[in-house]
């Protein structure tokens, strides 16, 4: 009947349930959350609890995934609308709180959506913003200095703007500002 019956506490069932679902070679396990459990009790609860067959298993996953990416999806357009309109990114003080209260979700939702389809953190993907734009300000403006960049473009420090302008283009300021000062670009703001 049962390969292996696992007797918890309620609180010891909830922590140990996303474990049980890794247990792909052991299809019968019962985790019983009220404790200790007997004989009879094992086989009442055999039929209060019968486990989905592993075609029922996978089809509820893959549902389930499919329609968390939906969701994901979706988060990250807005996210990527609000950036573009709104222009979010130039909040010297934006945080994923600020950004998930926008759109009516909570922050893990936002992180997950930004992982999943900008491959980044909330925090890189702003600061990825923040450089483009400065990219399109030094270009309509190449006698911008990076101070000024960097205020522009939501840095409140020229020093953090600095760090990610070099790990983003792979070279500094003034590297970058020389290699594109000739070469004039359609700038849209």
Known sequence: MWNYVLLLS??????????????????NVLVHPSGFIS?????IAANLYPIATETEEKTDEASETEEAC?????????IAQLMKEEKLYLKTDLRIQDLAGILGTNRTYVS???????GCSFFNYVNQQRIEHAQRLIRANPSMT???AAA????????A????????TGLTFREWHKSHRSVPQEIAF
């Not at 703007?161 to 983003?168: D, E, G, I, L, V």
């Open 10 to 27: 309620p609180f010891y069932a909830f922590l140990l349930w996303e474990c049980m679902m890794l247990i792909q070679s052991q299809k």
């Open 39 to 43: 004989d009879e009790q094992l086989s």
């Open 161 to 168: 703007f600095s760090r990610t302008f070099k790990a983003q």
């Open 146 to 148: 990076e101070e000024q």
């Open 112 to 118: 997950r959506a930004l992982n999943m389809e900008f």
């Open 152 to 159: 522009e473009s939501g840095f409140l420090y020229a020093s």
């Open 70 to 78: 939906r969701r994901y999806t979706g988060i990250a357009a807005s």
